[in-house]
Each structure stands twice: as structure tokens, then as C-alpha cells.
């Protein structure tokens, strides 16, 4: 069925074959047949990276295969929602060992990605958790791969931007809970060298993360509030806690209904929401216990928050520069301060050391950044390009949507070993995607 597909940004948006299946058997005869395939999930990647020809969408392949509860092991098809997943495991007394910053994912685009979250530094990548999974390669075949199985293809899945072929079934750890509550720390940066010393005092915490204010400038420039948590423990809990501790109650969520007039969006009016952001926190440290969802995924509370940004989209920016280079993040938020051209959503997290094939993280300093599309905004991008260049560091390609193929090869230094994989799994260029077209990895 031709229909129109974009991912989370909303840009680009092309017009793509969707099919989907429910028999493995149907899918790998489909995968034989045809070419310039890609396999998509819940449209969350923010770039091109599952868009193409023709998508395989893998929301129909959504069954809990099998919940080991006293071990903590759960098997699942690649099409299971992480927000279908919590609902089944909290209650039991269990947390995904990584999430992102959204519940609404797949399994599958979780390895594709290789997604991670607030607790890199302590507990690493999705990858890191994975036990084994299957994945059916360019000629048809499924092929059960894990860090010791056949682990050039588990290798180049993780992170591999459906590259290798289409994820089914995915067997994973999970990380033991006794509430489904967070014990959280705000602590307010008065400026960028400030949150960086606040986040190797606090590296102890498993979370950690700051909200920037991008355009600040002077004395202030990159002021912060840094957050870091802890699953709580029963006995610091409220008294309304304690009687159902593994039991959120029910919210209400908000939606935004259509796209938002672009106009919206400026600097005067990011000013004014990083004000109101980082005065909101009247005292410098706030203690609370807070539900994990407001912790983990505050977005996820305002249904289609990717309409804000208007009817052209938006894209997200997210880099990693290392450790020894927190210089190279001063000269980034000095040119976007200077571009006038500020975040609302600007998030900073440290790394903690990750030796993996062609996954984004390694040990460092991580920003993303929201920048609505406009003229002259990808000339500003390949500016800040060159900065991560020069200082190490690479793009994440889950959020990539323009990203120069040079840059990529140069960032990635397992980018050939990577595409050596890729081709001998992607047989005759079965699996191709917008973005693996202009990478040059495949074609």
C-alpha cells in the first residue's frame, strides 16, 4: 500500500511501499523476492534512517514470547512497544536495563539504534543487555546471532540502522525494581563549567542528565539543571505510594492537535522558555520521589509534541565529542548562541566508554538539539559538522536526516568494516534506506 511516511521529525516525508506481515514464514519468502527494503517501527527515529522504497513495517510482529520473572529475561518479537513492555514488567518488579527518552519504540529500532539512555556511563547500550536475537538477512534466511553467535552480524545489527536485515525476535535482561518510583536530585548550573563539575561529582548516581539553556550568554552561558536519580527503594516512598508501589496511577495526556504556525518558534520565544525553565527550580537542589515516567520521558506526556515544530519539521542534532574535548562543546554553544538559534529541548549527558562496531556512543559528552527546518539551517549544520570533526567526535545516525557522507566516514573509524558486513548480509542491496543511500552504504 503507497502511503505517505515520515519519522518523528517530520522531515523528510516521501511517499513508500508499506507492507506488513504476521508469519515469519511470509517475511523471509517477501525478503527473497524483492530489494530496496527497509524495516520500520513506530516511526520514531527522528531522520531517514527507516524510510525507503518500500517499508516493512514491524508493528504486527508485537507478542511477548516469553517473561522469565524470577531471572529478569524477557523474549519479545521486534515489533513490542518499550511502552508495552512496562506495563507488563513493572508490576512484576522490573525496569528496562536502557531506555531512551521515549516509551514509544520497538524492540527492533531499540538494536537498530542501539539505543541509550541516562545510564550509559554505569550501565552502557541496549547492546550491552541483549542475549541473543534473530535476524533475517538479504537472501531470506533467519540467523540467530549473539556476542559470541555470529557476532559480526550481531555487531553491525546494533546500531546498524536495519542495515543487515530485519530484526524479529530479540531476548534481553532486564534490571530488578522494588518500586516503579524515582528518588531524583535537581541541581541548577549557573553555567557550563559548573554542570560539567556537577556531573563527575554526581557520576555515582545510574542517571544522570541536564537540561541547557543554549543561548545564555556571558557569565551564564550554559547554565543548567542538571538531574540524577535513583529507582527508590519502599521506605522512601509517601504513605499514598506505599499502597501500590509498583503501580502508577492513571494520567491524563495532553495532545497538540495540528501543526503549530512556525512563526511560534524563535528566539524570543526560546528565551523566554529557558527562563521560565531555569527559574522554575527556586532553590539550587530540589529532592522528590517522582513516577518513573516524568524521570524518563517527560514528552512522552504531550501526544504529537512533534507538531510544534510546523508543517516543515524539525531536525535533531545529537552528537558525542570525547571527554578531553568539553572545548569543542564550548565552541558548538558559542556558535549556536551567536546563530541566535536555540533548543527547546537541549540535552546533555555524559558517556561512559563503549568499544562496539558502528554504534554512536564512546566515553564523552553528548548534546541534542531540536532545530525546526528553515533556510539556511543545514548550511548551519555542516558548520557545527566540522566542529565535531575537529574535535573527534560523530553524529548519532538514528537522529541523522542530512548528514554528508564524508562526515560519516570520517567520524566512524569502523565504518568500512562496518560496510564490509552489511555487504555481505545485504545481499544485492536487499535492505536500503534514504539514509543509507546518502551515507553511500549501500548502492
Not at 7 to 36: C, K, M
Not at 93 to 100: E, K, R
Not at 120 to 130: T, Y
Not at 241 to 252: D, E, G, V
Request: neutral net charge; charged residues 20%.
Amino acid at each position: 500500500m503507497q502511503k505517505r511516511l515520515a519519522n518523528w521529525g517530520n522531515y523528510p516525508a516521501i511517499a513508500s511501499e508499506e507492507t506488513t506481515f504476521t508469519q515469519e514464514d511470509q517475511l523471509r519468502t517477501f525478503v527473497s523476492n524483492h530489494q530496496d527494503l527497509i524495516a520500520r517501527g513506530n516511526g520514531r527515529c527522528y531522520g531517514d534512517a527507516s524510510l525507503g522504497k518500500h517499508s516493512i513495517s514491524m508493528l504486527r510482529y508485537d507478542k511477548i514470547l516469553q517473561f522469565d520473572t524470577e531471572k529478569g529475561i524477557l523474549e519479545t518479537q521486534s515489533g513490542v512497544t518499550l511502552d508495552q513492555i512496562l506495563d507488563i514488567i513493572v508490576p512484576k518488579g522490573w525496569f528496562l536495563p536502557i531506555t531512551p527518552g521515549t516509551k514509544f519504540i520497538t524492540v527492533g529500532g531499540a538494536v537498530a539504534s542501539d539505543v541509550h539512555g541516562k545510564n550509559h556511563h554505569v550501565d552502557g547500550a541496549f547492546s550491552n543487555h541483549i542475549i541473543d536475537m534473530d535476524v533475517i538477512t538479504g537472501d531470506g534466511n533467519s540467523i540467530t546471532c549473539a556476542p559470541g553467535q555470529n557476532p559480526d552480524l550481531f555487531w553491525a545489527t546494533c546500531g546498524g540502522m536495519g542495515l543487515t536485515g530485519v530484526v524479529t525476535r530479540v531476548k534481553f535482561d532486564l534490571k530488578k525494581i522494588e518500586t516503579a518510583y524515582i528518588k531524583q536530585t535537581q541541581i541548577k548550573a549557573k553555567n557550563l563549567e559548573d554542570v560539567i563539575r556537577l556531573f563527575e561529582e554526581y557520576k555515582h548516581y545510574t542517571y544522570s542528565m541536564a537540561w541547557i539553556d543554549c543561548l545564555k550568554t556571558g557569565d551564564a552561558f550554559g547554565r543548567s539543571i542538571l538531574i540524577v536519580g535513583e529507582h527508590a527503594k519502599p521506605e522512601e516512598l509517601s504513605a499514598k505510594q506505599k499502597q501500590a508501589p509498583l503501580t502508577l496511577p492513571a494520567k491524563r495526556k495532553l495532545t497538540v492537535p495540528f501543526n503549530l504556525p512556525s512563526f511560534i518558534l524563535n528566539t524570543l520565544t526560546v528565551k523566554i522558555f529557558n527562563w521560565l525553565y531555569y527559574n522554575k527550580n527556586l532553590k539550587r537542589e530540589i529532592n522528590n520521589v517522582v513516577p518513573y515516567e516524568p524521570f524518563f520521558y517527560p514528552l512522552d506526556a504531550i501526544l504529537h509534541w512533534n507538531r510544534g515544530y510546523g508543517k516543515a519539521g524539525f531536525v535533531q542534532y545529537q552528537f558525542v565529542l570525547p571527554l578531553e574535548h568539553k572545548d569543542g562543546l564550548v565552541k558548538i554553544l558559542q556558535r549556536i548562541s551567536d546563530k541566535g538559534w536555540g533548543s527547546f529541548l537541549a540535552v546533555l549527558k555524559v558517556f561512559g566508554n563503549q568499544d562496539s562496531l558502528i554504534s554512536f556512543p564512546m566515553e564523552g559528552y553528548t548534546l541534542a538539539l531540536d532545530f525546526p527546518v528553515r533556510k539556511g539551517l543545514f548550511e548551519f549544520l555542516d558548520e557545527l559538522d566540522e566542529i565535531v570533526l575537529e574535535y573527534g567526535g560523530r553524529l548519532y545516525l538514528s537522529k541523522d536526516a542530512r548528514m554528508k557522507q564524508d562526515v560519516f566516514w570520517k567520524s566512524y573509524p569502523n565504518a568500512e568494516k562496518f560496510a564490509a558486513i552489511v555487504k555481505q548480509y545485504n545481499h544485492n542491496n536487499t535492505f536500503t534506506s534514504l539514509q543509507s543511500e546518502r551515507l553511500a552504504l549501500t548502492k
